[in-house]
C-alpha cells in the first residue's frame, strides 16, 4: 500500500485549496480513508474520514462546515476541499488508510491506522 498526497501550497486566509490522495496499492473501497494534520509544536490531530462505501464522511469541529471529503473509487482517490482557509489550518496534512474497517467513534484516533501518505504542506498566511 503506497499513499500519496499532494495539493499543499501558500495561500491567504479565505481562499481554498483541494488536496487529494491516491491509493496505488488496493481500493480505497476496502475500508476508507481519513486526513489528520499537524501543526507545528502541536500534536497530529483528526481533519476528516470517509466510509469504504464514499459516505458517511466525519469531520473535526474546526474544519466542520468549510472542509469536504470525498471518494473516487475507480481512481482509488480521495479530494478533501478545503475552503474559507484560516491560518490555524496552516499544517502538514497526511492522508492515512486503516486496514480494517472502522466504526465511527474509532475513525479520529490516528492509532487505527496502518498506512500513512508523506504530507502535503498547507500554509495560510493572514
Known amino acids: 500500500v503506497q499513499l500519496q498526497a499532494s495539493g499543499g501550497g501558500l495561500v491567504q486566509a479565505g481562499d481554498f485549496l483541494t488536496l487529494s490522495c491516491r491509493d496505488s496499492?488496493?481500493?480505497?473501497?476496502?475500508?476508507?480513508m481519513a486526513w489528520f494534520r499537524q501543526a507545528p509544536g502541536k500534536e497530529r490531530e483528526f481533519v476528516s474520514a470517509?466510509?469504504?462505501?464514499?459516505?458517511?464522511?466525519q469531520y473535526s469541529d474546526s474544519v466542520k462546515d468549510r472542509f469536504t471529503l470525498s471518494m473516487n473509487s475507480a481512481k482509488n482517490m480521495v479530494y478533501l476541499q478545503m475552503t474559507n482557509l484560516k491560518p490555524e489550518d496552516t499544517a502538514l496534512y497526511y492522508c492515512?488508510?486503516?486496514?480494517?474497517?472502522?466504526?465511527?467513534?474509532?475513525?479520529?484516533?490516528?492509532?487505527?491506522?496502518?498506512?500513512w501518505g508523506q504530507g502535503t504542506q498547507v500554509t495560510v498566511s493572514s
Open positions: 470517509i466510509h469504504w462505501s464514499g459516505g458517511r464522511q
Open positions: 496499492g488496493r481500493a480505497f473501497s476496502f475500508y476508507g
Open positions: 492515512a488508510g486503516p486496514n480494517k474497517i472502522l466504526e465511527d467513534g474509532a475513525r479520529i484516533y490516528e492509532s487505527n491506522y496502518d498506512f
